[in-house]
Structure formats: structure tokens, C-alpha cells
């Protein structure tokens, strides 16, 4: 489907001819050419310009945070969280060891005494959450993978 800005939406865009041989595409209400291509959230129905592969709108993506998915994101991309919230520059390990032995200290640094049990301090939520939802396609590519939409 197609939404125009003047709120028309289409299957298609109408097409004609210039006299000069050249195909337009055009709205079929206005005939202007601003429109995009929408396609239906599978949450939330709206329709939505998309950009990438994903089917769910970037309300509901950041809707559908929980810090339990946010945990499961940051130990998906691990490297990058870490490196990110220690303000890690000119980030170059020498060797895989290093890197793994890093990586842990870090994450033991970052989660210490964090289980099951326990609580994240509300600053350590917020990191999390700022961090998954930065890239939101990244986001929704894996809540497309981690969720059970129907
Ligand atoms: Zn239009
Ligand atoms: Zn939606």
C-alpha cells in the first residue's frame, strides 16, 4: 500500500505518460508524487512507513521493551554494551582471550550481584533501555526473532 500526504491511500500509483514519453507515478487523488509505501503494523494495525524488513511500528517496538527482553538484547550484543557504558575508546583487543577476559570482567563489573533476586539499580534500567532502543531496527529485528507475534 501507498499513503499520500494528503491522506490517500492506494494500491498503486496512478501512471501516465508525459507527452514527452516520460512515466509518471502519481497519487490517484491529488496527483502530486508525495507518497510513501505503508504497510500494516501487526500489533497495532496502524499503518506505517517502513524502512527496513520489520512489520511492527516504532511505538510498538518501544512499547514492547521489557527488561527482561533488554537483558536478553545487551547479552546478544555484548561487545558493543560494554564497550558502549564503560566508555571503552580505541577498542582493539589483541587476542580473542583478551577480549573474552575483558568482556567478563566488564560484565561481572557491570552485573555485580545482580541475579535472579535482585534488583538493577533504576540507572542500570535506564542504560539498558536507552542502548536497545537507540537503533530501533536492530531492536525490532530481534523482537521479530524473540517474540511470538500472531
Ligand atoms: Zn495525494
Ligand atoms: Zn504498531
Known amino acids: 500500500m501507498y499513503k499520500c500526504e494528503c491522506g490517500a491511500m492506494f494500491k498503486e500509483p496512478y501512471k501516465y505518460y508525459e507527452d514527452t514519453g516520460e512515466l509518471w507515478r502519481v497519487c490517484p487523488t491529488c496527483r ?17 512507513e517502513q524502512f527496513c524488513d520489520n512489520k511492527i511500528c516504532d511505538d510498538c517496538a518501544e ?5 527482561r527482553l533488554g537483558l536478553k538484547f545487551i547479552d546478544r550484543h555484548k561487545e558493543d554494551f560494554l ?6 575508546e580505541n577498542y582493539n583487543p589483541e587476542s ?8 567478563d570482567a566488564l560484565e561481572n563489573d557491570y552485573f555485580d550481584n545482580f541475579n535472579e533476586d535482585s534488583y538493577l539499580s533504576k540507572e542500570k534500567e535506564n542504560q539498558i533501555k536507552e542502548f536497545c532502543l537507540e537503533d530501533l531496527d536492530t531492536w525490532i529485528a530481534f523482537l521479530e526473532r524473540e517474540v511470538d507475534y500472531v
Do not use: H, M, N, P
Open 32 to 48: 502530486e508524487t508525495s507518497f510513501d509505501k505503508v504497510i500494516k503494523c501487526k500489533l497495532c494495525g496502524q499503518w506505517f
Open 63 to 67: 512499547e514492547a521493551y521489557t527488561t
Open 83 to 88: 564497550t558502549t557504558v564503560y566508555e571503552i
Open 96 to 103: 580473542e582471550l583478551v577480549k573474552i577476559r575483558l568482556l
